[in-house]
């Protein structure tokens, strides 16, 4: 992950931990629907970790979520 994209990175985990509590799911739940650990899941989450997730991860998120995946890269400075 770049650096320059840190900023990006930690509001797409905040988003994700936001909709999975929106869902009412745990992050044990999120993590066994995508085939990853809660670890995997919690460092994506922490706003002090930077956990880079690809674009399969973040399209497996989006469709257990039921949310479309813009809604996790539309960012507030986004003009």
Known sequence: MKSIYESEYLQIGLKIAYYRKLRGLT?????EKIDKTPAFIGHVEAPNINK???LDTLFDIARVLDIPPYKFITFENDQ
């Not at 992050?27 to 993590?31: C, G, N, T």
Request: glycine residues 0%; aromatic residues 0%; without cysteine.
């Open 52 to 54: 880079a997730v690809s």
């Open 27 to 31: 992050q044990e739940q999120l993590a």
